[in-house]
T-cell receptor
Framework: AQSVTQLGSHVSVSEGALVLLRCNYSSSVPPYLFWYVQYPNQGLQLLLKYTTGATLVKGINGFEAEFKKSETSFHLTKPSAHMSDAAEYFCAVSDVPHGNKLVFGAGTILRVKS | DAGVTQSPTHLIKTRGQQVTLRCSPKSGHDTVSWYQQALGQGPQFIFQYYEEEERQRGNFPDRFSGHQFPNYSSELNVNALLLGDSALYLC???????????FGSGTRLTVV
């Protein structure tokens, strides 16, 4: 069965500092991986996705993630945090790009300090 | 272009009642999935509809049922509501081809 582990339920960074949100997955087949962001009282917005091809994926708002098969990881990074990045971030895995469910991690709440 | 539209946005029901939540997918999308997000948790997959049939189902009891209409819109029905059904219910639509899911803003259900 697929699963996702997000290390750190809360991450706090200073404005302008590097953002690193960790995600490890378990999948019996080549995974499709996603990062979503959720602002308070809102739905989920897709930040980026890995399906096939280049393992370094660039997304919206300056975020990127690297698929590392050997480490079963898909960590999310952003070079310089902005106050508007404060939100909850979810990593998800699907073993079929569509026609199959997304399995989400428990989420990481990012706090950005001024 | 409208994204995924869910209604209502908020709902309060009494234990034992029944509720219907509605979802209109993003234009051009033919697949609709429903997720339950309890407070402080990640979304949990309920089921997915494609071509008006339930294609896949998560670990939810039969009290949770759904429907997809010819225009691809969908309903989620929950019978015999329990306090534990209180959650944010998210609808996600997609094309049945590689891409990404688009989520709605959700329906916040409170069972009292």
């Amino acid at each position: 069965a697929q699963s996702v582990t997000q290390l750190g339920s809360h991450v706090s960074v200073s404005e302008g500092a590097l953002v690193l949100l960790r995600c490890n997955y378990s999948s019996s087949v080549p995974p499709y991986l996603f990062w979503y962001v959720q602002y308070p009282n809102q739905g989920l917005q897709l930040l980026l996705k890995y399906t096939t091809g280049a393992t370094l994926v660039k997304g919206i708002n300056g975020f990127e993630a690297e698929f590392k098969k050997s480490e079963t990881s898909f960590h999310l990074t952003k070079p310089s945090a902005h106050m508007s990045d404060a939100a909850e971030y979810f990593c998800a895995v699907s073993d079929v790009p569509h026609g199959n469910k997304l399995v989400f991690g428990a989420g990481t709440i990012l706090r950005v300090k001024s | 272009d409208a994204g995924v539209t869910q209604s209502p946005t908020h709902l309060i029901k009494t234990r034992g009642q029944q509720v219907t939540l509605r979802c209109s997918p993003k234009s051009g999308h033919d697949t609709v999935s429903w997720y339950q997000q309890a407070l402080g948790q990640g979304p949990q997959f309920i089921f997915q509809y494609y071509e008006e049939e339930e294609r896949q189902r998560g670990n939810f009891p039969d009290r949770f049922s759904g429907h997809q209409f010819p225009n691809y819109s969908s309903e989620l029905n929950v019978n015999a509501l329990l306090l534990g059904d209180s959650a944010l219910y998210l609808c996600a639509s997609s094309l049945d081809t590689p891409g990404g899911y688009t989520f709605g803003s959700g329906t916040r259900l409170t069972v009292v």
